[in-house]
């Protein structure tokens, strides 16, 4: 199996779903539109980027620019995706960059696979311009606290004022959530 090939048996789907579903809804309290979809949990088998996109496509039609945004460490391993060349005909890649990505400080975008350094641009009106085809990074702002984290401070009734915004804060508080 490749790197995005997870074969999802039904109680993990389930349990997933729940999970995905109640980030939702925390995104949501926070006034952010919601940026999961249940497409993979509603697909038999092995579910792939491609599908995903192929259908977002079909649904936004050929002209719209769609992003796909991932983080560093897995794009560093595209080339192992379900037919991964033509995913550029469906979506430009943006790809976060964390601060302790070891592999990017050593090798900037020489941890990308070679193929795709031709996509890489730093120009934003790029990716406005066209549907699909670019690849853009961007670096993450250090912050020293995790969702795991903040998930196990509500569970401890502990304040998460600060580390959220305060929809989620009192979204969290009000629905007892991770109790």
Same mark, same amino acid.
């Given at each position: 199996?490749?790197?995005?090939?997870?074969?999802?048996?039904?109680?993990?789907?389930?349990?997933?779903?729940?999970?995905?579903?109640?980030?939702?809804?925390?995104?949501?309290?926070?006034?952010?539109?919601?940026?999961?979809?249940?497409?993979?949990?509603?697909?038999?088998?092995?579910?792939?980027?491609?599908?995903?996109?192929?259908?977002?496509?079909?649904?936004?039609?050929?002209?719209?620019?769609?992003?796909?945004?991932?983080?560093?460490?897995?794009?560093?391993?595209?080339?192992?995706?379900?037919?991964?060349?033509?995913?550029?005909?469906? +979506?430009?890649?943006?790809? /976060? =960059? $964390?601060?302790?990505?070891? #592999?990017?400080? &050593?090798?900037?975008?020489?941890?990308?696979?070679?193929?795709?350094?031709?996509?890489?641009?730093?120009?934003?009106?790029?990716?406005?311009?066209?549907?699909?085809?670019?690849?853009?990074?961007?670096?993450?702002?250090?912050? +020293?606290?995790?969702?795991? /984290? =903040? $998930?196990?401070?509500?569970? #401890?009734?502990? &304040?998460?004022?600060?580390?959220?915004?305060?929809?989620?804060?009192?979204?969290?508080?009000?629905?007892?959530?991770?109790?």
């Amino acid at each position: 199996m490749t790197y995005e090939e997870t074969r999802l048996t039904e109680r993990a789907r389930s349990s997933i779903s729940g999970e995905i579903l109640r980030r939702q809804q925390v995104l949501r309290a926070a006034g952010s539109p919601s940026i999961s979809h249940y497409r993979e949990m509603r697909r038999e088998g092995p579910t792939y980027t491609y599908d995903t996109l192929a259908e977002i496509r079909k649904e936004r039609g050929p002209d719209v620019p769609l992003v796909f945004l991932t983080g560093s460490d897995a794009f560093q391993k595209i080339d192992t995706w379900h037919r991964w060349t033509e995913l550029f005909d469906l +979506a430009h890649f943006v790809v /976060a =960059i $964390r601060a302790d990505d070891q #592999e990017w400080q &050593s090798r900037g975008p020489g941890a990308f696979p070679k193929d795709a350094w031709p996509r890489i641009t730093l120009n934003p009106r790029e990716m406005l311009s066209a549907p699909a085809g670019k690849i853009m990074t961007f670096f993450m702002t250090p912050m +020293a606290i995790s969702s795991t /984290a =903040i $998930r196990t401070l509500a569970h #401890e009734s502990a &304040s998460i004022r600060y580390l959220t915004p305060d929809p989620v804060v009192e979204y969290v508080r009000s629905h007892n959530l991770y109790k």
